[in-house]
């Protein structure tokens, strides 16, 4: 089971990303539903008051919220009060059983063919089914705490941009891996920016999963971006040419750095001479083409 400062950290960045998601979500389409599986009783209380937050947004519109919690006998009467101040345009069903669970809750839901947002905290093996359910088609967006390295499982079930960081607790603890997958280079954007604030807020630090030397990366302060310098100058002289846009989701999708990182590596390898840009002067420009000097 998670530590109490990981589900403080967890719920926080719950609340941050949904923050970013929902007004989006409602924006493109006239119904939205949220997941939350195996969250506490806390995670669920505060998504539900976001959600009457944004009772401009949701007028007008259908939102559900499914909340799928395990052993929670607290929960009717946590939530109870706070569902009944929410607007009529929002649903809440509260339905007992395990994260393992989210296709058959997703599916009685109605949630095919709109925006669906999953937080998704799995004690144990991340299975297809969940992950397929999540993705919604083309529609979803999965936040998924585990204990271990989800990305290429979640590639697979249908999520072609995917981040994750491992976090560790300030006194050295590990609180499983984040992975975060979606379709929107903006939501990548996003929930990379949150992991940030978030970490800074816990004092946390990020490792890549995959990084066999479990490298940390403090997010307090001005990080160092030497490593971040390093992994984009082999990405050029490995792949060749390549747009900002395609190295900034290259730092969200392949490190533990943010997007605005990327612009700052990129700008002290040109001051270095190691890559050559476009354009001789002025702001890195997403469409700009960068490519390593001989």
């Known amino acids: 089971m998670p530590t109490d400062r990981t589900t403080d950290f967890l719920r926080e960045l719950l609340v941050r990303q949904l923050t970013t998601w929902l007004p989006a979500a409602l924006h493109r389409s006239r119904?939205?539903?949220?997941?939350?599986?195996?969250?506490?009783?806390?995670?669920?209380?505060?998504?539900?008051?976001?959600?009457?937050?944004?009772?401009?947004?949701?007028?007008?519109?259908?939102?559900?919220?499914?909340?799928?919690?395990?052993?929670?006998?607290?929960?009717?009467?946590?939530?109870?009060?706070?569902?009944?101040e929410l607007p009529a345009e929002v649903t809440v069903h509260l339905l007992p059983g395990d994260a393992y669970r989210l296709p058959v809750a997703v599916k009685a839901a109605g949630a095919a063919g709109a925006p669906l947002f999953s937080f998704v905290d799995l004690p144990g093996a991340v299975t297809p089914k969940v992950l397929t359910a999540a993705a919604n088609g083309r529609t979803g967006e999965l936040l998924l705490h585990t204990g271990d390295s989800?990305?290429?499982?979640?590639?697979?079930?249908?999520?072609?941009?995917?981040?994750?960081?491992?976090?560790?607790?300030?006194?050295?603890?590990?609180?499983g891996v984040v992975t975060f997958g979606s379709r929107s280079d903006?939501?990548?954007?996003?929930?990379?920016?949150?992991?940030?604030?978030?970490?800074?807020?816990?004092?946390?630090?990020?490792?890549?999963?995959?990084?066999?030397?479990?490298?940390?990366?403090?997010?307090?302060?001005?990080p160092d971006l030497e490593p971040l310098a390093h992994e984009?100058?082999?990405?050029?002289?490995?792949?060749?040419?390549?747009?900002?846009?395609?190295?900034?989701?290259?730092?969200?999708?392949?490190?533990?750095?943010?997007?605005?990182?990327?612009?700052?590596?990129?700008?002290?390898?040109?001051?270095?001479?190691?890559?050559?840009?476009d354009r001789e002067t002025g702001r890195l420009a997403g469409d700009e083409t960068i490519r390593a000097t001989p």
């Open 186 to 222: 903006r939501s990548l954007e996003a929930v990379r920016d949150a992991l940030w604030a978030v970490g800074a807020q816990f004092d946390v630090r990020f490792r890549d999963p995959l990084d066999p030397t479990g490298t940390t990366v403090d997010v307090v302060g001005e």
């Open 150 to 175: 989800a990305r290429d499982v979640l590639a697979s079930a249908g999520f072609p941009l995917v981040a994750e960081v491992a976090p560790v607790l300030p006194d050295g603890e590990a609180a």
């Open 31 to 84: 119904r939205a539903t949220v997941a939350l599986a195996g969250v506490d009783a806390a995670a669920a209380e505060a998504a539900l008051r976001l959600v009457g937050g944004h009772g401009d947004q949701v007028r007008g519109r259908q939102v559900t919220v499914l909340v799928l919690a395990d052993g929670a006998p607290e929960l009717p009467t946590r939530l109870g009060p706070i569902e009944a």
């Open 232 to 277: 984009l100058l082999a990405e050029l002289r490995a792949g060749g040419p390549r747009l900002v846009t395609e190295l900034r989701r290259h730092t969200l999708a392949a490190t533990v750095y943010r997007a605005a990182d990327a612009n700052r590596a990129l700008t002290t390898l040109l001051d270095a001479g190691a890559l050559s840009r």
